[in-house]
């Protein structure tokens, strides 16, 4: 399954587009699978530390991060998302 997220809640149809960042790029839509989805559930003004398990991880590292649960970490500094006026 591929999913899109958006801080636009009334797309009524995902049409192809240049991206900004690649000018060069066809146009395109862009999707994300279940594995990557998590990268962009918190707001994009959020500073987020966001790390996996995986091989390349250090024995110290895995003890450290992973001691208790072979998952994904994800942290946000809430204090960002105070806006001032």
Do not use: T
Request: charged share 25%; proline share 8%; hydrophobic share 35%.
């Amino acid at each position: 399954m591929l999913y899109h997220i958006s801080e636009e809640s009334d797309i009524a149809q995902f049409s192809p587009r240049p991206p900004a960042a690649y000018p060069g790029m066809s146009p395109v839509v862009w999707a994300l699978d279940e594995a990557h989805l998590v990268n962009y559930l918190f707001p994009r003004e959020c500073p987020r530390v966001i790390y996996a398990l995986s091989d390349g991880v250090s024995d110290g590292d895995q003890e450290r991060f992973f001691l208790l649960y072979d998952c994904k970490g994800h942290y946000c500094n809430r204090k960002r998302l105070v806006r001032e006026n």
